[in-house]
């Protein structure tokens, strides 16, 4: 009687294969992220003037997304990955604050919170 199995086993991984394999790091998911933009959004932008104000609102339409619709916390060093510099950041503030988009509270010597209103 032969063992029917007796082909697979010449295809099966040694355990020092397995063991590489199962240790072996894996690369995270590239996962695409988008922002929806609400309407009124796009049309209150086109009144901005600075390049600024517009990732800065990207970043926040995101943030306000991944947080649920509570108040956000904006940190200099998040920015700096959109490429926006904390004087830019208080610039473009100002300026969607202007254009009815978001309410700041300003907090001495702490991040400002900001509240999406439109």
Known sequence: MSDPYADLRQ???S?????QLTNAPRKPPDYQSFVKVPSIWVERLREARYLASY???LHLLHQ?????????TLS?????????TRRAKWRALR??????LIMVERRPRQSPRVVLLA
């Open 64 to 72: 306000h997304w991944k947080s649920r619709g509570r108040p956000l």
């Open 95 to 100: 300026e969607l604050e202007a254009l009815r």
């Open 15 to 19: 355990p020092e294969t397995l063991a």
């Open 11 to 13: 295809h099966a991984l």
């Open 76 to 84: 200099n060093a998040a920015l700096e990955k959109e490429g926006v």
């Open 55 to 57: 990732r800065l609102a």
